[in-house]
């Protein structure tokens, strides 16, 4: 026995689960798009280096979704056998987004094989091309049905409270939460931004290596583009999410912005740190910014931590979680656009090494970023595991052997991680972009 506390062990245990599928979960809903696009381009420009990307990358696409499979039943075994008590509860109202979830990664997979296995039986490629499309579909359907369960679990609806159980319950209700819009639009907008910026980041490194610089080239110019409309994007909701929060989640914007006391033109602090008096110590102070964020007036007042219980304050630690994602979200936001300014311009200074490294910075970046945005949402949502209704230590089990099974699951996800990376790595080395152009007539070997 290691650690004989069930209620933490589980609490990491899904953290860590959690931190590993998204990066599998990322992918599965980005890069459908990005295949899509390149597959789009190529038939449109009549150029073989699109369409030599839109292939490449559906084939180390599948070696994802295999890992996915597992990770995300792990999810599904974990949240009944951790959490029993809140499926008890809830388990009749989250099934159907959770059994959708699973219909559209399997509608997402098998489009996508008959994708692959049906490359060289199309005449007419756009046919070929609309295969795509339900693979893009299932992917963005498949976030919105898992993240429909994260925001039922931070804003519960669709039933009734009687005598401590739910009822009258409307399962569509219960899918169609206040927090439902922003979250599901913002997870999608980050998961394409971030794949975007991941191909560009491989696009940079492969060119510092000297590999096919016309094929190369060209990726990295298309993926920066849409990597900064995402982002963009990405940001305007990240406004919406932080109206969303001053409304139905004042604790968890208060305890990101270590915002303690209500108050007036409240500014936004960054990073910093607390001293024994929970005073901020050398933090980045944005002077009315706190109440532009949550009510779009700069003097508009703010709830702070002072208007709630303490045990129902948020932990403090999240408003890093925030720090990370937003500082990241703004690095590559002036990363992209300070390329495109350059590529418009004619200014070469972004195709030197050290502008390339900063790109290729930006795919570890962005998955950072993405994970900062879970563990502040769902670490922001303590002490409840359902907000107002029940707690993370009244949902979880009470058996023993957890700290074991944790253990068994670090060395799983250490077996699949290392997996992918090998399997993965030796996909593209034994057949690299130049091999597989010769085998294309009229292929360009600039």
């Known amino acids: 026995m290691f650690i004989d506390d069930p209620v933490l062990m589980s609490r990491l245990l899904t953290l860590l689960t959690l931190s590993f599928h998204i990066f599998y979960a990322t992918v599965g809903v980005g890069l459908p798009l990005m295949i899509m696009l390149f597959h789009w381009l190529g ?18 696409f599948v070696v994802t979704v295999a890992v996915g499979v597992v990770t995300g039943t792990a999810i599904g075994l974990q949240l009944a056998l951790l959490w029993p008590n809140f499926m ?24 996508l094989g008959i994708y692959l296995y049906t490359w060289d039986r199309f005449d007419n490629q756009k046919k070929h091309l609309l295969l795509l499309v339900p693979v893009a579909i299932g992917g963005a359907m498949s976030a919105f049905f898992i993240t429909v369960v994260n925001s039922f679990m931070n804003a519960p609806g669709g039933f009734e409270m009687i005598n401590g159980e739910l009822a009258n319950v409307n399962p569509l209700l219960a ?18 931004m971030t794949i975007a910026f991941t191909l560009a980041a491989i696009a940079a490194f492969r060119l510092m290596k000297g590999s096919h610089k016309a094929y190369y080239k060209k990726s990295l110019n298309v993926m920066m583009k849409v990597g900064f409309v995402f982002a963009i994007a ?4 990240g406004d919406f999410s932080g109206k ?3 409304e139905h989640q004042p604790e968890k914007l208060a305890a990101a912005e270590w915002h303690f006391e209500t108050d007036e033109q409240a500014p936004l602090i960054l990073w910093g740190i607390l001293d024994e008096n929970n005073e901020v110590k050398y933090g980045i102070e944005i002077p009315f910014a706190l109440s532009i964020l949550a009510h779009s007036d700069p003097n508009a007042e703010v709830i702070g931590l002072d208007q709630f219980p303490e045990e129902h304050h948020p932990p403090l630690i999240i408003h890093y979680f925030f720090d990370t994602m937003i500082t990241i979200g703004m690095f590559m936001l002036t990363l992209s656009f300070v390329f495109l300014v350059a590529r418009w311009r004619n200014w070469t200074f972004v195709d030197k090494k050290w502008y390339r ?33 029940m707690t993370v230590d009244e949902g979880a089990t009470t058996a023993s052997h957890v700290d074991l099974v944790f253990f068994f699951f670090v060395l799983l996800y250490l077996i699949l991680g290392v997996g992918t990376i090998v399997v993965l790595r030796k996909m593209f080395k ?17």
């Open 234 to 237: 990405a940001a305007i909701i």
């Open 88 to 111: 008890q509860l809830a388990g009749h109202i989250i099934a159907l987004p959770l059994f959708m979830e699973v219909f559209a990664f399997f509608f997402e997979a098998i489009f």
């Open 175 to 192: 899918m169609f939460t206040v927090a439902m819009p922003t979250k599901v639009t913002h997870v999608l907008a980050t998961a394409y």
């Open 244 to 246: 969303y929060l001053a």
């Open 430 to 446: 034994d057949k690299p972009v130049e091999k597989e152009l010769e085998s294309y007539a009229g292929g360009d070997e600039q």
């Open 357 to 389: 490294w900063l790109i290729v910075m930006g795919a570890p970046l962005s998955f950072l970023g993405i994970q900062a945005g879970w563990w502040m949402s769902e670490v922001g949502r303590q002490p409840w595991i359902l907000r107002g209704i």
């Open 43 to 60: 038939i449109k420009k009549d150029d073989i280096h699109y369409i030599l990307m839109a292939r490449r990358l559906a084939k180390g």
